[in-house]
């Protein structure tokens, strides 16, 4: 069974230009030209584009993917020398500016981490409400013990 997530999308500044190009596209199309098909075109990527993981447990790998339209860019790594899965609570803090305004947002997310012998893989990152019952279906999955964080 293939487990599939979708974790990122463009940001907001992005999907605005898209919809911006869109509608400036239909504009131009309607009336008879056919730049607008140009417009309509190019605001596909800026619609469209996200991330997200794949999960194939019965040939025990993984692919974290770029998808455009049901095109998926990503290569598959190797699930076969993992231990265990592990839930760890961050702090992030985004930096925003605009002109001479500036202003940073600090949010608390949980990160579902594989562990491999050598290195930490950082799967999923969301809000605990969305994350943990991702996190368990993954490892009942897997087969793999889930470790959550200790208080």
Known sequence: MILSYKTERLPLNF?????????IGIALTISETYQGIVAIILSFPFLFTHSGLLIDAENRRFQKYTGLLGLRL????????????QIIHTR??????????????TNVVQ?????????????????????EPMAKEIAAELGLELKFPQN
């Open 74 to 85: 990503g290569s598959w790594t190797d699930l076969s020398k993992a231990t265990h899965l």
């Open 111 to 131: 990160k579902l981490l594989l562990m491999m012998p050598h290195e930490r893989i950082i799967l999923l990152s969301d809000t605990q409400e969305k994350l």
């Open 92 to 105: 992030e803090t985004k930096g925003m500016a605009v002109l001479s305004i500036a202003r940073n947002e």
């Open 15 to 23: 999907f605005m230009l898209g919809i911006t190009l869109l509608l």
